[in-house]
């Protein structure tokens, strides 16, 4: 049975759905069937049995003695029992002794049935079966009580029962022919419905073949702008199927070309450090195989600038580190209940000895939300580094946070209205900041945490000058109870 399973999953849908569908219909076929077979044969034996019960008659004493003495005889009162158009007929007595009714053309085999009928009569009582006679040919047998007409009544003859019969052969030969048009019809039927399961099959999975061409020509490709055609109206499970087939190459088509933008950016961006270091380094070493020494501030200025560029390269690899991570929202095991005045005060410490000239002031209300700590801190330090880079030299840094929402608003230059829309795009820069240090990955990285944490961060022109970051997270005043 495992091994007939195994080879049933082995075959092609088309073919399982032909041979369930084949299956079925044969089942119910094979049903309806049997039981119209059935039903027609207990309607053909009841006319029988009515035809053998209607041809009983009661005798009376004289011919009953008549017939026992005179059995193999024919006398004309013989007549008057037996079946009217029947070709069987006999007496039996408790021994097994038969005496054939004069019209009788052969003898109906006994059985015990019969003796013990003759044994016990019972006028009122009537046994059928199938039976064989004389010459092996069935017949349909009735089995009851000889009745005997008395002076006052009728009676029963002690030892002795009557056996009437039909023969069978008309009958089987009826059941026979319903046999055979019930089986021919039975075939054709299974043979049409597994015709049709086929026709039925390949016409609902054409959708899934042009999907599974669709995927191995992906797959042989890798051309993800294949699109399978679906039905706007359609609402079936390949039409849903075809559907998320669609997104899904799509999605992957969209992120291999961020994954390409963010390698050419990247490229472009790492290209102009490793450009500076590699002349100043080769301004060293030139310097040593050379045995002229470079002037003292001219050696210090290249080692300065030759570690500034360490540093930013530094930074642009942590930022690209933060960028390559699963965009999934928050890790697993990572995201916690914070508060986040404490980050906000943490990111603060940083800014401020980066920026000793400015000033920064904080208005900071309770606020728990649930979070990655480090990358949160990482991203308003990202926030505040702006504010501190582009503002002026004792220009002031304002800091508030309430019901949930952080602004940091600084005093520099501000934004142009229409580079607003690029500012979280990775590696942009605005064409007035390109510059100073920097990466271009600094607000994206914001952007990226502020939505795994469910928030959202927006950045617009101040008012008299400056700009404003504005970050909102869900959460609560209070921390939630610790849960036991």
Request: hydrophobic share 40%; with cysteine.
């Amino acid at each position: 049975m495992t091994a007939l399973a195994r080879r049933f999953r082995a075959l092609p849908i088309r073919a399982r759905l032909s041979l369930l569908v084949a299956a079925a219909v044969a089942f119910a076929v094979a049903a309806v069937s049997v039981t119209c077979w059935f039903i027609v044969q207990g309607k053909l034996y009841a006319e029988l049995d009515g035809d053998l019960q209607s041809s009983v008659v009661a005798l009376d004493k004289n011919q009953l003695d008549r017939i026992v003495d005179t059995c193999s005889q024919t006398p004309s009162w013989t007549d008057a029992i037996g079946p009217q158009s029947g070709s069987y007929g006999q007496l039996v007595r408790t021994d097994g002794t038969v005496c054939l009714l004069p019209f009788a053309s052969a003898a109906v085999k006994v059985t015990g049935g019969d003796k013990d009928v003759a044994k016990n009569p019972d006028p009122d009582s009537a046994r059928f079966r199938n039976g064989v006679d004389s010459n092996g040919d069935q017949v349909r047998v009735l089995t009851t009580a000889v009745t005997v007409k008395i002076p006052l009544g009728r009676g029963t003859a002690n030892d002795y029962a009557y056996v009437a019969a039909v023969p069978l052969d008309s009958t089987q030969s009826t059941l026979n022919d319903l046999a055979l048009i019930l089986l021919l019809v039975s075939g054709v039927g299974v043979l049409g419905a597994a015709a049709a399961g086929l026709a039925v099959a390949r016409a609902g999975l054409r959708p899934v073949d042009k999907l599974t061409e669709a995927v191995e020509h992906v797959a042989r490709t890798e051309d993800l702008g294949v699109r399978i055609p679906v039905e706007d109206d359609s609402e079936d499970e390949v039409a849903r199927l075809s559907r998320s087939f669609n997104s899904m190459t799509s999605a992957l088509a969209s992120s291999r070309d961020l994954q390409q933008q963010l390698i050419a950016d990247a490229g472009h961006e790492l290209r102009t450090p490793l450009t500076s270091l590699r002349t100043n380094i080769e301004l060293l070493t030139r310097s040593e195989e050379t045995g002229r020494p470079l002037p003292a501030e001219d050696r210090k200025a290249l080692l300065a600038s030759v570690k500034a560029q360490m540093t930013e390269l530094a930074a642009l690899i942590g930022d690209l580190q933060e960028l390559s991570r699963p965009d999934t929202g928050q890790h697993e095991g990572r995201a916690q209940i914070v508060a986040w005045q404490d980050v906000v005060e943490s990111a603060l410490r940083r800014a401020r000895l980066r920026g000793p000239e400015l000033t920064i002031t904080a208005d900071l209300r309770p606020w728990y939300v649930r979070a990655e700590p480090s990358a949160l801190e990482r991203a308003l330090v990202n926030i505040l580094d702006n504010a501190v880079k582009f503002s002026p030299e004792g220009a002031t840094i304002d800091v508030r946070l309430t019901d949930g929402v952080l602004s940091v608003r600084d005093h520099g230059p501000g934004i142009a209205a229409d580079e607003l829309p690029y500012v979280f795009d990775r590696f942009w820069r605005s064409p007035t900041a390109r510059a100073l240090p920097g990466s271009g990955l600094g607000l994206s990285i914001v952007a990226r945490t502020v939505q795994q944490a469910g928030g959202e961060v927006t950045l617009t022109r101040a008012d008299g000058g400056g700009t404003t970051a504005t970050i909102r997270l869900p959460g609560a005043p209070t921390p939630p109870p610790e849960v036991p």
